[in-house]
């Protein structure tokens, strides 16, 4: 039997083994709210998945992802999820996405179409940019971004309203924009092992923060 007769469960954890394949049976899982398969040698994964309309917390961290799968104009998809476009924007329900120590290039396409997502973590990754749209973000609380070798912020985080905590341990940034003074909701800021001279001049502006980090 394979693991798609599962039909009622509605957590997975099948992290630390050596997995390099995911079946795309599992679209049948349709009641799926928590999936972790971090810690594997995954490369991708079935864009079938996305079809799970309840996840709420998906963990793919230490795997060897070098995209997050994004599809255009496949029938088959288009009749199992009604949409020309299938991507990460139809977990809609996702709250928690863990993506980080990984090999992704881009940022995930659609992403801030996510509305619930309150953790988005990215770090050590091969990010060179990050879009505009993060902007969009407006429920994220946690955001990891360290460790990608983009040299510039996005200033456009500085939307990220609820923001709590950001994360850009081992960047390859200088600086910081003035713009991330607005976020007031910023409780904790991690600057570790980067290229600073000096204390970014935006941090006065965060007066919230609680926990500064910065070695």
Not at 54 to 81: R, Y
Not at 95 to 108: A, D, E, Q, W
Not at 174 to 198: F, G, I, P, T, V
Request: charged fraction near 25%.
């Amino acid at each position: 039997s394979d693991i798609g007769e599962l039909k009622n469960l509605i957590y997975l954890d099948a992290s630390f083994n050596e997995i390099q394949k995911l079946p795309s049976e599992m679209q049948d899982l349709s009641r799926m709210k928590t999936f972790k398969v971090n810690n594997n040698q995954l490369k991708t994964f079935p864009p079938e998945l996305y079809t799970w309309q309840l996840l709420e917390e998906a963990d793919f961290s230490h795997n060897c992802l070098n995209e997050v799968p994004f599809v255009v104009g496949n029938l088959d998809l288009l009749k199992l999820t009604k949409e020309w476009e299938v991507g990460i924007s139809l977990w809609k329900r996702i709250t928690h996405l863990y993506l980080n120590h990984n090999l992704i290039s881009t940022f995930p396409e659609q992403i801030e179409k996510c509305q619930n997502l309150i953790c988005l973590r990215l770090e050590c990754n091969k990010l060179e940019s990050i879009p505009d749209s993060i902007s969009e973000m407006y429920a994220l609380e946690e955001l990891g971004l360290g460790g990608n070798p983009f040299t510039v912020l996005n200033d456009n985080i500085g939307f990220c309203s609820r923001l709590k905590k950001l994360d850009l341990t081992r960047s390859a940034l200088r600086d910081l924009d003035m713009n991330l003074s607005n976020l007031r909701s910023l409780e904790e800021l991690y600057l570790d092992e980067s290229l600073y001279q000096e204390l970014p001049n935006c941090i006065g502006g965060m007066l919230s923060l609680q926990k500064l980090s910065a070695m």
